[in-house]
């Protein structure tokens, strides 16, 4: 192998390794793309449960050290369930804390939601 040829594996190999890092470095998200992601997971939700719309009341954002959570009130019971979402700051493993079931020992007749 001659020099140049060792010194453009080498630089290739730099080039790789920096466009990696810009790939995999963790970002941090702002409110709105929270409130995006946060709507976007619900609206997903909400079509699969087979709920309707009406049903989750406006939604409330908590800030927490490691993202924002976001609490829709289910209005057929509201002080038993809700839907909950949290988005961590980097946007990627957002997650459904809490899914809304009104059947526990309240006996309100409501339909199990599909998951």
């Not at 890092?21 to 909400?46: C, G």
Request: charged share 20%; net charge positive.
């Amino acid at each position: 192998m001659t020099r140049w040829a060792a010194l453009k594996l080498i630089a290739a190999g730099l080039i790789l390794g920096v466009a990696a890092w810009l790939w995999y470095a963790p970002r941090v998200i702002n409110e709105a793309q929270a409130d995006s992601i946060a709507k976007a997971t619900a609206v997903r939700f909400v079509a699969s449960s087979g709920d309707p719309v009406v049903h989750f009341g406006k939604a409330r954002r908590l800030t927490w050290p490691d993202g924002w959570e976001f609490v829709w009130s289910y209005r057929p019971c509201p002080d038993d369930a809700a839907l909950r979402i949290f988005v961590p700051l980097t946007g990627h493993g957002v997650r459904i804390t809490e899914e809304p079931d009104c059947s526990g020992d309240h006996g309100l007749g409501v339909r199990p939601i599909r998951v």
